[in-house]
């Protein structure tokens, strides 16, 4: 959700921030912007991706810069609203991710000052507000004015009169620095940073960071100097790049083999040790979007496996719904680990006097900051905008907590729990076998891409992964998918299929076998054709259905994986034949880091 990149160097700034700038586009990519430090602040920014801005970037030779990507929040995608933005003498230029909260009343202000505005943006404020306080000493200025701040931000700044400097500070939206030899840098997250250096800096909320070629300070909000070890990155530059892919999404759909086997040696150290789980009564799983996905099938894992009560709740409403008497164990899922609402929720379950536990990919994340325990998905970096390989990596990660959970309590058996893990050490081979079948998923995907509309069906702990194939069908081809739970298509949506509406139905044999293969049964006598993900092996569904894609026979509580691989492949190839911008779809970004 933005991204911003910064270096202050002994080389050419412009060539160094446009490259780690495009492996932040996934941040967002309504526009971009760069400004470089010359005799003055040069600016330029355009609408539209990186490569837009590129194409008619002039020669800028200053040493020192930052640049953003957007996703738009206030203000329309447009020049004027690009970042980075000029204060009124063009001498400072700044770029920001995250929300300004009290941006109207400042903006009144400033302008009640002289200042001239030429965005609608909230960001706009930020640099007038360091205009007003600059007095010599950028980060100076900067402390001033985020004082009166209040919302969420990462920012970096430039100064024409104090050109080997490049100032940024954090609150709630990520930031990271890299150190390299006489050179430094700022970014929104590591990929923008491999190809340069693997020695990096988590910032933190309330900290500003000084950056010049030779040294780099953090500084609290107060200006004291703040002592921080670097730590290394273990992500390398090759798993930034697509490989011989299309899209990142495919790449990352065909690791999945190696996600899962990474997240399962992994373990859960941090969580085996001292019996985290022992008093746990009742559980709450809370996440966003595929992650809330994957904590609904993790309801199910967690209440067949460890005997525990769980509910689930999206991150934007647990913020805000009122405190109950009782105190679960709140279990926090994130991909990036940065999700502002997710974040939100953390704090609330601590402010609640709640346990809580983070899972999440992003390793050094503002997550495992706000959680008590972490434990991480080694999925390995993903950059494409549809959540894949890190999707299935949380189902995995939840298994495993359901197995010490069960274990800690009682409610396990050590030889069951031994038989589970076995069976879950063959997931990556059951994936595989989805993964070969590529090819006539892509077929079946191309003949359905004309659809307006498609339904995702599914009864149990399929039904939760029904809902996550319709989401990743329309955020990635644009087809408005819905997903329903089997039992529930007689209550009011069968009034909308008809011969063109394709849908999905995950009739695998499980203990929901009979009761799906009713509902599809209904959508047969509506003639919508019917696509099923059945088990191997079960010869009589093509009798019923148009279509069949089988995946192995596993325990019915591993289904949940093999199944969301077919659906991640129907969407990716739907898509495809759609022309759709498969790693950067329309109105989105990863990481969201506003609310
Ligand atoms: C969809 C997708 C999003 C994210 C959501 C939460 O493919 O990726 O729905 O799952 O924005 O993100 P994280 O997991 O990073 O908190």
Redesign the pocket.
Known sequence: MCGIVGYAGYREALPILIDSLKRLEYRGYDSAGVAVVEDSVKIVKDKGYIANLESQLPQLRGVVGLAHTRWATHGAPSKDNAHPFYDCREKIALAHNGIIENYAELRDELKAHGHTFRSQTDTEVLVHLVEQSYAGNLEDAIRKALARCTGTYAIAVVHADEPDKLVAARNFSPLIVGLGAEENYVASDVPALLKYTDKVLYVMDREIVVLRPKSVQILDFEGRPVAREPQRITWSLEDAERGGFDHFMLKEIFEQPQAIHNTLLGRMTEVDTNGFFQDVTSVKLV?????YHASLVGKYVLEEVAKVPTTVELASEYRYAPTPTEQPLVIL???????AD?LGAAREAKRRGCKTLGITNGVGSSLTRETERTMYTRAGLEIG???TK?FTAQLVALYLVAIRMGLDRGALSPEDANRLRDELRALPRHVQTVLNQADPIADLARAYAGARDMFFIGRGINYPVAMEGA??MK?ISYIHAEAYAGGELKHGPLALLTPDTPVVAVTVRDRNYEKMMGNVGEVNARGSPVIAVGTEGGRDLPRFVEHVVYVPKVRDLLYPVPVSVVFQLLAYYAARKRGCPIDKPRNLA???TVE
Do not use: D, I, N
């Open positions: 996440a966003c979007g595929t992650s899922l994130s991909q990036s680990g940065e999700t997710t905008v549809a959540a890190t989401l990743k955020e990863k990481t969201v």
